[in-house]
């Protein structure tokens, strides 16, 4: 078996981005990159939204144990 290597991460993203505009053209290229970015603006609001219910001391005292 052969030792796996791996490719710097700007020689991954233009081949990425080469196979992808091949693939799917340059309009749902643009999408599915812009896919991730939703999904993370939707995980921080979901975690800011968590914390503003969140009583700290509570919350350290399951944490921790106390």
């Not at 749902?28 to 800011?48: P, Y």
């Amino acid at each position: 078996m052969k030792t796996s290597e791996f490719i710097e991460e700007k020689v991954l993203f233009e081949k990425a981005i080469e196979v992808l505009m091949n693939n799917l053209g340059p309009v749902e290229t643009s999408r599915f990159l812009a896919i991730s970015e939703k999904k993370r603006m939707e995980s921080v609001k979901r975690h800011r939204l968590w914390q503003s219910g969140l009583d700290k001391d509570t919350f350290f005292n399951i944490i921790f144990k106390e």
